[in-house]
């Protein structure tokens, strides 16, 4: 129930942003609005101040929304609505009403990142643990103990932003400059070498890195316990020291961790310390897919000792001037690089892993929530700045589509024919049909791996 709700809160969020911009610039420009509606299907809920004012409604099935304005081709209209038909207005205004969706899903990205800069958030400093030997960042250099400061001369003073901006680096192979302050506080540069095979494979690309955050030998305590999860289905408690599992010997977190991981869903016998009486009791974690393979999770994290978190954390905050250009300059790299992830999906060249359907996006959205506020809010940044992309393609149904038709319109001097617009249509729609099951295959596949 908790991913189900934060699915549903970020996709109510996100489809009243994309349908209010294609309101409000209709009403501004003189077209009739007829419904706002959240939702397909049986209206639940409806508010009309007026019968010449929009009917605002909430429908029963929560998986998008419309506009619906007054427009010929969708039925008759009254002689006196005529000048505020859709269909009436110059292309301009048409054109400038179906883009109005998609950029206002950009500038709900830009203020969501907004207000993650000016909150601030705390994350921990990129110190390098052991470096994989082999891996592509032992071969540029890396060690135990670099600190990595900037990627491509952007500044990355939490693990965030790095792995925000190694993750840009997947659609392109190259050479790519990243500066360090050394163990001994020096300032080196690393060149990281991307090679071909591995652009637009970002999960193969982080396996081969070889970057692992340094760790310090953590005791197996247990500090927070997510709702909901293995851990908490349990009967395990923040505090709970593990001290066996399945009859061997726990000594640290890292230990643990990593048996936890090779188990997904098989049941683990665990002697547990709570306040000095020794407790036995049975998880069983949960599967997820990280880098293309199933592991286990239990929902918990680690007790830090008191210091030295803060020894390794460090605060990200801008004034209100600078956290605009930060948004600004944040959107469009995550914009750009969705369009080029893709574009090379269409020709092959990235995998269609990095398709995400329903379920996957239910996943993130709860996950993401269940991290704190900041962490959904730059979640619900990233969706949305996908949709407003995906939004744009040129396919029939999309608003990218429409513009499509319009730009030819413009070209050729007159609209295409309803017969051409019809054939177009049905295409478009099967091509999303496909493209939506394909997605939820993929999601199936990584619950079923």
Do not use: C
Not at 74 to 92: K, T
Not at 190 to 219: I, T
Not at 356 to 378: E, H, N, R, T
């Amino acid at each position: 129930m908790h991913t189900v709700f934060f699915f549903l809160l970020a996709l109510a969020i996100l489809v009243a942003f994309h349908e209010f911009g294609h309101y409000w610039v209709a009403r501004r420009l003189g077209v009739k609005v007829l419904r706002f509606s959240l939702g397909f299907g049986k209206v639940l809920w409806r508010y009309r101040k007026s019968p010449e004012d929009t009917e605002f409604t909430l429908s029963a099935i929560p998986l998008g929304g419309y506009v619906k304005m007054v427009d010929e081709r969708e039925g008759p209209v009254a002689e006196a609505d005529l000048p505020f038909a859709f269909n009436r207005q110059a292309l301009w205004v048409r054109s400038s009403i179906v883009a109005a969706g998609p950029l206002f899903n950009f500038g709900l990205a830009v203020l969501l990142y907004w207000l993650v800069f000016v909150a601030g958030e705390t994350g921990m400093r990129p110190v390098l643990g052991p470096v994989a030997p082999a891996s592509l960042a032992a071969q540029a250099g890396f060690v135990e103990g670099d600190e990595i400061v900037s990627v491509e001369s952007r500044a990355t003073p939490t693990w965030s932003q790095v792995w925000g901006s190694l993750q840009s680096l997947a659609t392109d192979s190259g050479s790519y400059r990243i500066q360090v302050t050394t163990g001994d506080g020096d300032t080196a540069e690393r060149v990281l070498v991307v090679p071909p095979e591995l652009a637009g494979h970002p999960e193969q690309l982080g396996r081969e890195l070889g970057f692992r955050p340094w760790e310090p030998k953590l005791a197996p305590v247990l500090d927070k316990v997510l709702p909901g999860g293995a851990a908490a289905q349990a009967g395990l408690q923040p505090g709970d020291l593990v001290v066996e599992a399945d009859g061997q010997p726990v000594e640290s977190w890292r230990q643990w961790v990593e048996y936890v991981r090779q188990r997904p869903e098989q049941a683990i016998a665990l002697t547990v310390d709570r306040e000095g009486l020794q407790l036995s009791l049975t998880v069983r974690p949960f599967a997820t897919v990280s880098e293309g393979e199933k592991v286990g999770k239990i929902g918990a994290t680690v007790r830090i000792p008191p210091g030295l978190s803060e020894q390794m954390q460090v605060e990200y905050r801008l004034n209100p001037v600078s956290a605009l250009g930060e948004a600004i300059a944040r959107t469009a790299e995550y914009s750009w690089l969705t369009v080029k992830m893709v574009s090379r999906m269409f020709v092959g060249q990235a995998a269609l892993d990095n398709l995400s359907g329903p379920i996957s996006i239910a996943q993130y959205a709860g996950q993401s929530a269940s991290m704190g506020w900041l962490q959904f809010v730059k979640f619900l940044a990233v969706v949305s700045i996908s949709l407003g992309v995906l939004n744009l393609l040129p396919v029939p149904v999309l608003d990218g589509g429409h513009l499509f038709f319009f730009l030819i319109e413009g070209v050729k001097g007159s609209p295409l024919s309803e017969q051409a617009m019809a054939v177009s249509q049905r295409i478009g729609m099967a091509f999303l049909i496909f493209l939506m099951g394909l997605a939820l295959m993929l999601d199936l596949q990584r619950l079923l791996a």
